[in-house]
């Protein structure tokens, strides 16, 4: 059975970067893109950002400048950085294994970005 | 792609059939999938290629639609099934987009 944890910082000052962690255990990181993705009450649900274990990405438009996702395959992990953050960064982060429909999700992480 | 939902809100009684619609602002395919989520916890895969149920999903749950809109239909509604639901749309990204979501209400 695919689980997938979360963690990382739930506070943020603005201009800071979010940094947050997703660990898969019971399945391998390969044949899948693991897929971030943010909701907030303003914006609903909004897919950030996908990887692959290869390390191909795809990136929001509205975000890519200031996104980066990595994979570390060793420990089965995929990891979500987003710099310069403000108010508008303010939401319920979740990881999902994706490439297609999105299952299972992460329990998901409150990021509230206040100075 | 712009996802709609419709309607914003659904009131119905226990034991009654729901239906939800999304409509997509260009086609899709049948790249959709369908999501329930309860207060506090993640969305959760219900219905994926237009109308394949994910795995555990009960039979109660069907979707329907092609191209540009789409139906998610819930018969005989339990208490467990009162929920927000959205639609989702993996056919054409990045970005990936999702529905504004429909929250299904007892009446």
């Known amino acids: 059975q695919v689980q997938l944890q979360q963690w990382g910082a739930g506070l943020l000052k603005p201009s800071e970067t979010l940094s947050l962690t997703c660990a898969v255990s019971?399945?391998?990181?390969?044949?899948?893109?693991w897929t971030w993705i943010r909701q907030s009450p303003g914006k609903g649900l909004e897919w950030i950002a996908e990887?692959?274990?290869?390390?191909?990405?795809n990136y929001n438009p509205a975000l890519k400048s200031r996104v980066i996702v990595s994979v570390d395959t060793s420990k089965k992990q995929v990891s979500l950085n987003l710099t310069t953050v403000t108010a508008a960064d303010t939401a319920v982060y979740y990881c999902a294994r994706g490439g297609s429909s999105l299952d299972p999700w992460g329990q998901g992480i409150l990021v509230t970005v206040s100075s | 792609i712009v996802m709609t939902q419709s309607p914003a809100t659904l009131s119905v009684s226990p034991g009654e059939r729901a239906t939800l619609s999304c409509r997509a602002s260009?086609?899709?395919?049948?790249?959709l999938a369908w999501y329930q989520q309860k207060p506090g916890q993640a969305p959760r895969l219900l219905i994926y290629g237009t109308s394949t149920r994910a795995t555990g999903i009960s039979a109660r749950f069907s979707g329907s639609g092609s191209g540009t809109v789409f139906t998610l239909t819930i018969s005989s509604l339990q208490s467990e099934d009162f929920a927000v639901y959205y639609c989702h749309q993996y056919y054409s990204g990045p970005p990936y987009t999702f529905g504004q979501g429909t929250k299904l209400e007892i009446k």
């Open positions: 019971g399945e391998s990181l390969s044949g899948y893109f």
């Open positions: 260009q086609s899709v395919n049948s790249d």
């Open positions: 990887i692959n274990h290869s390390g191909k990405t």
